[in-house]
């Protein structure tokens, strides 16, 4: 399997085992829990929103990963529900229907063209449909950028810089385009127990450096010394866009 997707599901793992706040209880809240309705999962990864939506709506679930397709596929099956599954680049996918809803949970920033994508969303858009996508806000993963400055980290991190300043220009872009355009946002605590949870998490973000691995183990043990567990907190930025009437 691909390292990437295998790192995103240790993310989603830990997000989901550890984290102290319902992620996914807010996605579905941010989009108005919808029945009945067509549905769009962009990235849609393992499935955690459109196995769910598909319950209640007709969802298409895209991703550029094929073990996610092939995994998507399986738990639908599993779980007897519904749902087009597609193996595609959201960049060049073109869906044959339109949609009440196009969903994008840390995902839309991969585009390589983000004004071009959110210009072929809107015509994927019924006219009162809903745009909703989200990735890191503001002190996102603070607690580990610290951690990791005390470990000797010295340099910036430039993946993650790249997804927050497409969340940051996202909305301008959107209203560019005729979208009128709402922030959200939401916290989820991560509560780590004990040292190899943070380091099997670290390793699976864009934060990882093989360098100082030794510091920064050497700096997560004293950590836990001191103080029963060490915080993460990931905070998440969520924009809704519907089309200006
Ligand atoms: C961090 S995961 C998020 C998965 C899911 N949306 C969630 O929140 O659980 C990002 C996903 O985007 C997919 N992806 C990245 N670039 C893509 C592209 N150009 N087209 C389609 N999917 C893409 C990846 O394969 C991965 O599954």
Not at 172 to 186: A, N, Y
């Amino acid at each position: 399997m691909d390292e990437d997707v295998l790192k995103a599901r240790t993310r989603l793992a830990c997000n989901q085992q550890l984290g102290t706040a319902d992620f996914k209880r807010w996605v579905l809240e941010c989009i108005g829990n919808p029945r009945n309705s067509t549905i769009l999962d962009l990235g849609c990864g393992e499935g955690q929103f459109a196995l769910v939506l598909a319950k209640t709506n007709k969802v298409v679930a895209v991703d550029l990963a094929r073990a996610n397709i092939e995994y998507v596929r399986e738990q639908a099956g599993k779980q007897n529900v519904r749902l087009h599954a597609v193996q595609a680049d959201f960049d060049h996918y073109n869906p044959s229907i339109k949609f009440d809803c196009v969903l994008g949970c840390y995902t839309l920033y991969y585009s390589k063209d983000h004004q071009h994508l959110f210009a072929r969303i809107r015509q994927w858009l019924k006219q009162d449909g809903l745009l909703f996508f989200c990735g890191p806000d503001d002190g996102n993963n603070e607690e580990l950028g610290q951690l990791l400055r005390d470990s000797g980290a010295g340099h910036r991190f430039k993946s993650m810089d790249e997804a927050k300043s497409f969340m940051d220009d996202a909305p301008k872009q959107l209203r560019d385009l005729g979208f009128s355009t709402q922030l959200v946002s939401f916290s989820n605590p991560i509560v780590f127990k004990n040292p190899s949870q943070i380091m099997q998490y670290w390793k699976s973000t864009a934060l990882y450096d093989k360098r100082i691995e030794g510091n920064v183990s050497r700096v997560i043990e004293a950590h836990f010394q001191s103080f029963p567990t060490f915080t993460l907190t990931k905070r998440v930025k969520g924009i809704q866009a519907r089309i200006r009437r």
